[in-house]
């Protein structure tokens, strides 16, 4: 049992029919190409590389709780970034005061 009058379900079969049916993508946690044009998951700072009887398999760090021993979670690098993208962070400088003299002005 519906809550919509069938009467209106009748009326507007074709047009629902023609509403395709799109199923749950369970490897990118957004649609893809929702993110900033140009960038990619393989320029993502989310996109972990997981080992795993010797091959190695690309996922997105957002859906860990969701990964599976199975294709279903995979990710391409090629695939259009999603809007959860960042940009990945290359090289790290630590900055560090302990060597400065307390008396020197800067």
């Known amino acids: 049992m519906s809550i919509i009058q069938q009467d209106w379900l009748d009326a507007h079969k074709v047009e629902l029919d023609s509403v395709p049916v799109r199923k749950r993508d ?3 946690p ?3 190409g929702t993110g900033p044009a140009g960038q990619t998951c393989g ?3 989310k996109l972990c590389r997981v080992h795993y009887h010797d091959k190695t398999y690309r996922k997105c760090h957002v859906l860990m709780k969701h990964w599976s021993h199975g294709g279903g979670t995979d990710i391409r690098c090629k695939d259009p970034a999603c809007k959860s993208w960042e940009p990945r962070v290359e090289k ?3 900055a560090t005061t ?3 003299s307390p ?3 800067y």
């Open 26 to 28: 369970h490897s990118h």
């Open 103 to 105: 008396h020197v002005n």
């Open 92 to 94: 790290v400088e630590l």
């Open 43 to 45: 320029t993502c700072s």
């Open 98 to 100: 302990r060597h400065r």
């Open 30 to 32: 957004y649609a893809c």
